[in-house]
T-cell receptor, first 112, second 114 residues
Framework: AQRVTQPEKLLSVFKGAPVELKCNYS??????LFWYVQYSRQRLQLLLR??SRESIKGFTADLNKGETSFHLKKPFAQEEDSAMYYC??????????????FGQGTTLQVKP | NAGVMQNPRHLVRRRGQEARLRCSPM?????VYWYRQLPEEGLKFMVY????????ESGMPKERFSAEFPKEGPSILRIQQVVRGDSAAYFC????????????FGPGTRLTVT
């Protein structure tokens, strides 16, 4: 079964604290993993993808194939990071249509 | 580039009526994906279309739902005889390439069925 699981519905931290948003996946094949973010009153936007291996707004995520995880991390949370975060996957290779499978989302709340 | 446009942003329908949701992709994009987000859930894929073709409709409910992406004009998601369970946010995303996971999302249409 193809599935993305984000076990935490809400994660609340203080400004300056480290953040880790968890994401586990189940996929038969070689997936591409993403993190999307939705700030208040804004549309869903791509934060980062595992194949680019870059850091965006201080966030990083490493694909762990052994644990089938793609956790999102930031060493020092900022108030402007407060948003809804979605982990998603897509199949790779010929025959894949690019459709995204999303987790349920985690609300990150960064308190001052 | 105005980005992906969806209208209306909010739509209220009574049970049994029809709902039509529109999506205009980004300029130069000819691939459109529709997703549905039920309350307290993540986005779920519904259908993937290219101009004048449905490529993947594996996520579409078997009845009452249909989608099109004509040669000219926006993509339309049509829900006939709406029921309360259709109340959700419907998101459209567009992509520049075939089968690409590089997708740009619209603001969504929130459908409420009374």
């Amino acid at each position: 079964a193809q599935r993305v699981t984000q076990p935490e519905k809400l994660l609340s931290v203080f400004k300056g604290a480290p953040v880790e948003l968890k994401c586990n996946y189940s996929y038969s094949g070689s997936p591409e993993l993403f993190w999307y973010v939705q700030y208040s009153r804004q549309r869903l936007q791509l934060l980062l993808r595992h194949i680019s291996r870059e850091s965006i707004k201080g966030f990083t995520a490493d694909l762990n194939k052994g644990e089938t995880s793609f956790h999102l991390k930031k060493p020092f949370a900022q108030e402007e990071d407060s948003a809804m975060y979605y982990c998603a996957l897509s199949g790779r290779g010929s025959g894949n249509t690019g459709k995204l499978i999303f987790g349920q989302g985690t609300t990150l709340q960064v308190k001052p | 580039n105005a980005g992906v446009m969806q209208n209306p942003r909010h739509l209220v329908r009574r049970r049994g009526q029809e709902a039509r949701l529109r999506c205009s992709p980004m300029k130069g994009h000819s691939h459109v994906y529709w997703y549905r987000q039920l309350p307290e859930e993540g986005l779920k894929f519904m259908v993937y279309l290219q101009k004048e073709n449905i490529i993947d409709e594996s996520g579409m409910p078997k009845e009452r739902f249909s989608a099109e992406f004509p040669k000219e004009g926006p993509s339309i998601l049509r829900i006939q005889q709406v029921v309360r369970g259709d109340s959700a946010a419907y998101f459209c995303a567009s992509s520049p390439r075939t089968g690409s996971s590089e997708q740009y999302f619209g603001p969504g249409t929130r459908l409420t069925v009374t």
